[in-house]
C-alpha cells in the first residue's frame, strides 16, 4: 500500500523534503500545503528586486505548481491553511475537512516578530518575507513616491533592503535596540559594518530605539524624529509552532519544535524541518533555533531519508552566515564570544588582517578575520570575517573546519590553492591557524581591544606602538609611546621591566616580533590582538 505524506508548508525544507521523497519513492502520495500563493520561491532573492540587482520578478519563483505536479507528480495545494493537527487520528483539519496521513511533514517555518511600539503596523508599514510582502512594498513606494524608509532591525534582511532602497534612491534611516548590528558577529567586527553604512549615506542609530510611530515617521528615545514614507519590520523571527503546540508535540527549551536526530517529533509520525524546530548548536552543542535556508533544504532531504527506510541523521546547525553591505562582505560560522559565554565554554580569541591575496599582485585588500578556539586544545569554535574580498572562500574553509572537528593545528597544516590573483603562499586560514599556535605554545600572549583600558588603569601597564612614525599621523591610541620596530633593541631601555607593556602594529604582525624580542629581554609584554586595525574599528562600542 503506497504510504500518504503530508507536508505543511513549502519553500526551502517542505520542498526539499518533497522532491526527495518522490525521487526515493514513484508510487508514494505526496501532498503539499501551502497557506500563501507561492509554494517554492526564492525568499532570500527579496531585497535585491527592491533594489532592481534582480530585475525580473518571475526569477524569484523557482517552481510553480504545474511544474510540480508535472515533473514530481506532487499534489500542490496552494492557498490552504492546514488549521489543525490530529496525532492520534493521523489528520489535519483543512477547512471543514480532514486529510489522512500516514507521515507528516512540519515545515512551518517562522513567523515575524511585530513589535509592541505605539503606532505600529499601519499603512506603509511592511515585513519582507513572502512575494506579496515584496509587491505591497514596491506599489506603496511607487504609488507614495517614497523618498524615505525606516528599516527597524539590523539583522540580515534588514542591512540587505537598506542597501537595496538606498540603490533605489531612497534616504535610509535603521533604527537598532541594541549596541550594534548584525548580533551574530562580536562587536568590534559588526563596527565594519557601522561603518560601511554610514559611509554610503545610511543613517544608524543604535541604542535609540523607536518609542512611536506617526503619520510622518517615528520618534525615537531620544525625542528625534525620523521621516518615514516606508517602514520595514525587521526586528526578527520566531518560530512558527502553533500547529505542534496545539497537536501536543513537545516543544523544546529555545522555543522551537523538540526533534530528534532523524528530525522525528515527539510522534514518531510527525517530522519536523526548517526554522520551527529547534537544533544542535554545532559548536556550542546547546539547544538553539537557527533560521537558515541551507539548513532547512538539508533537513528536508534528510527526513525524507528517514520516511523512506534510509537511517540519516542531522548533525546540527553552525550558523554559517555571510551578507553584503554595500563594498563589504560580512560572515561568521560558530559560535561568537556571546554564546561561548553564555555556555560556559573556556575560549582564546585572535584577530588579524591579512590580504585576500599576494600583495604585490594588483587589487589586494584587507580582510579582518577573527578566530576563537578552545584554550585546552586548539578546537575550532567560531569564525568571523569582514572584507571587500575573499570573505566568502575563507568563512567557507572554517565552516569546513568546524563541521570536521579540526584545530587551530589543522587549519595552520591546510594546502589551499595559491595563485597571486586568489590567495598567498600562507592563505589567510593558515595565517589564523598559526596565530593561534602562538598563543597556546606560550610564545606570545594577546590582549584584546577591550583590553587596553584596563592594562593602562593605575598605571599597571605600557602601551607601545611600533609602527613607523608616518604611521601614527593616520591615528594612534591615546598615551601610547612610539619606538618603531626597528629600533625597538636600542631603545627598550626606555621601557619600564616592572610593568606590563602592550605592544601594537598596524595589523599584529610586527608587534609579535616586537613581543618575541621583549619576553627574551625578561619583559611582561602583551600584543594587542589586530592591533591598531581592531581597536579603531571598535571604538564607540561598549564591552
Known sequence: MPKRILIVGGVAGGMSAATRLRRLDEFAEIVVFERGPF???????????????????????????????????????????????????????????????????????????????PGVGRPGHFFLRTIPDLDGILEWIDAKSAKTALILG????????????????????????????LKPLDPEMAAHIHLELKKHGVTVHLQNPVVRFDDAGAVLQTGESIPADVVIIGVGVRPNVKLAHEAGLKIGFSGGIHVNKNLQTSDPHIWAVGDAIEVTHGATLTAAVIPLAGPAN???????????????????????????????????????????????????????????????????????????FAPENGRLLGAQAVGEDGVDKRIDVFATA???????????????????????????????????????????????????????????????????????????IPGSLSIPLG??????????????????SASGQRSYN??????????????????????????GVSK
Open 39 to 117: 509554494v517554492s520561491f526564492a525568499n532570500c532573492g527579496l531585497p535585491y528586486h527592491i533594489g532592481g540587482e534582480i530585475t525580473d520578478r518571475a526569477k524569484l519563483i523557482v517552481q510553480t505548481p504545474e511544474r510540480l505536479r508535472a515533473v514530481f507528480k506532487l499534489d500542490i495545494r496552494a492557498n490552504t491553511e492546514v488549521l489543525r493537527v490530529h496525532p492520534k487520528d493521523k489528520t489535519v483539519v483543512i477547512g471543514a475537512g480532514t486529510e489522512p496521513y500516514d507521515e507528516l511533514i512540519l515545515a512551518t517555518g517562522s513567523t515575524a516578530v511585530m513589535p509592541t511600539t
Open 154 to 181: 539590523g539583522g540580515y534582511i534588514g542591512l540587505e533592503v537598506a542597501e537595496q532602497l538606498h540603490r533605489r534612491g531612497l534616504a535610509v534611516t535603521v533604527v537598532e535596540k541594541n549596541p550594534q548590528l
Open 298 to 372: 538539508r533537513q528536508g532531504r534528510i527526513v525524507a531519508d528517514n520516511i523512506c527506510g534510509m537511517n540519516s541523521e542531522y548533525q546540527g546547525t553552525l550558523g554559517t552566515a555571510i551578507v553584503r553591505v554595500f563594498d563589504i562582505v560580512a560572515a561568521c560560522t560558530g559560535a561568537n564570544e556571546t554564546l561561548l559565554t553564555a555556555a560556559g565554554i573556556n575560549y582564546e580569541a585572535i584577530h588579524l588582517h591579512p590580504n585576500s591575496h599576494a600583495g604585490y599582485y594588483p587589487g589586494a585588500k584587507s580582510l579582518a578575520l577573527k578566530i576563537l
Open 402 to 476: 568546524l563541521y570536521a572537528g579540526m584545530t587551530i593545528d589543522d587549519l595552520a597544516e591546510l594546502e589551499l590553492a595559491y595563485a597571486p590573483p586568489f590567495g598567498s603562499a600562507k592563505d589567510p586560514v593558515n595565517l589564523a591557524g598559526m596565530a593561534a599556535q602562538n598563543l597556546l605554545t606560550g610564545l606570545v600572549r594577546v590582549a584584546q581591544w577591550y583590553d587596553v583600558p584596563k592594562l593602562l588603569e593605575a598605571g599597571v601597564g605600557v602601551v607601545v606602538d611600533v609602527r613607523e612614525p608616518a604611521e601614527r599621523d593616520g591615528g594612534i
Open 487 to 504: 629600533e625597538l633593541r636600542s631603545r627598550m631601555t626606555e621601557l619600564p621591566k616592572d610593568r606590563e607593556i602592550l605592544v601594537h
Open 514 to 539: 616586537a613581543c618575541r624580542i621583549l619576553v627574551q629581554h625578561g619583559y611582561k609584554c602583551w600584543n594587542l590582538t589586530g592591533s591598531y586595525k581592531t581597536w579603531k574599528a571598535a571604538q
